[in-house]
Nanobody
Framework: VQLVESGGGLVQPGGSLRLSCAASGFTFSGTVMYWARQVPGKEREFVAG???????TNYADSVKGRFTISRDNAGTVYLEMKSLKPEDTAVYYC????????WGQGTQVTVSS
């Protein structure tokens, strides 16, 4: 199983970013996928999840209405982030549960002026 995140960077408050997570080594189409984030000194927290066929999504209250999770048929899950706030600054991780939990290496998102 391999999860590779990309798309992070430095953005001003109010800006947008699109994160990608390229997944391989398992049956992507049959698996629920998640995004989570972590700041130093805090536990990793759930951000968004998407069902195996993409019809159902759910979000943390802190990002609802600003973030959108989606997936394609080729093994990539996305996180579209808009109206970014300084408190969204974190390392963002892709996650899949396959009997055990797998994480990607993470991508840093920094929201600062």
């Amino acid at each position: 199983v391999q999860l590779v995140e990309s798309g992070g960077g430095l953005v001003q408050p109010g800006g947008s970013l699109r994160l990608s997570c390229a997944a391989s080594g398992f049956t992507f189409s049959g698996t629920v996928m998640y995004w989570a984030r972590q700041v130093p000194g805090k536990e990793r927290e759930f951000v968004a999840g998407i069902s195996n066929v993409g019809g159902n999504t759910n979000y943390a209250d802190s990002v609802k209405g600003r973030f959108t999770i989606s997936r394609d048929n080729a093994g990539t899950v996305y996180l579209e982030m808009k109206s970014l706030k300084p408190e969204d600054t974190a390392v963002y991780y892709c996650r899949v549960d396959l009997g055990r939990t797998y994480w990607g290496q993470g991508t840093q998102v920094t929201v600062s002026s």
